[in-house]
């Protein structure tokens, strides 16, 4: 079956370097990516998405970007604050009529900042 | 305007207990999922309700788990007997319902499950 998959665990990253979290996803059909970032004791929260029409796609201090010819994610973060320690998810929304809603994740990958 | 909401945000019970969880989805949001989020693992969807009616619950355990949605607003989840496997935080969020790619889902702060 479809599968979202992170590639690490675990990111450590200094306070003001740039991050790069990484996803691959295993069904080439997918058209829609998301990524949510998961505080302590909170829920999941948008941060971006792209649709499989896009290689690239900007935020505030966020890009995403999509490799459909490898199936691969990105979500960078421009320098990185204590704010955005937290786990990160890539998510794949499934396709065609009553599929449209179904969001299957990834494990998710923890950033920690260090100070 | 307030997001999901949902309590308890804690609850600890004895295996074959009943439990209940309770979420009040965003004001106007036809949808509501509930999922389940085991620790180190992203969510998995339960259930997923237009207005009042599930309208997917291919991956609700209905032998021991049951939800209701029955005024298209709230919603409540049950377990019963729960079991130690059970514990996790269950997560509930909504949507504005409809077709298409942008249709952005909520989280509530979830209700963190610890069945001893």
């Known amino acids: 079956g479809e599968s979202v998959g992170l590639h690490l665990p675990t990111l450590s990253v200094q306070e003001g370097d740039n991050s790069i979290i990484n996803c691959a996803y295993s069904?080439?059909?997918?058209?829609?990516f998301i990524w949510y970032k998961q505080e302590s004791g909170k829920g999941p929260q948008f941060i971006i998405d792209?649709?499989?029409?896009?290689d690239k796609r900007q935020g505030q201090r966020v890009t995403v970007l999509l490799n459909k010819t490898v199936k691969h994610l990105s979500l960078q973060i421009a320098a990185t604050q204590p704010g955005d320690s937290a786990v990160y998810f890539c998510a794949e929304k499934g396709q065609g009529v009553g599929n449209d809603y179904k969001l299957s994740f990834g494990a998710g990958t923890t950033v920690t900042v260090r100070a | 305007e307030a997001g999901v909401v949902q309590s308890p945000r804690y609850k600890i019970i004895e295996k074959k207990q009943p439990v209940a969880f309770w979420c009040n989805p965003i004001s106007g949001h036809n949808t509501l999922y509930w999922y389940l989020q085991n620790l180190g693992q992203g969510p998995e969807l339960l259930i997923r309700?237009?207005?009042?009616?599930?309208?997917?619950d291919s991956q609700l355990p209905k032998d021991r788990f049951s939800a209701e949605r029955l005024k298209g607003v709230d919603s409540t989840l049950k377990i019963q007997p729960a079991e130690l496997g059970d514990s996790a935080v269950y997560l509930c969020?909504?949507?504005?319902?409809?077709?298409?790619?942008?249709?952005?889902?909520?989280f509530g702060p979830g209700t963190r499950l610890t069945v001893l």
């Open positions: 792209i649709r499989s029409n896009m």
């Open positions: 309700y237009e207005n009042e009616e599930a309208v997917d």
């Open positions: 069904n080439s059909a997918s058209d829609y």
């Open positions: 969020a909504s949507s504005l319902g409809g077709q298409g790619t942008g249709n952005e889902q909520f």
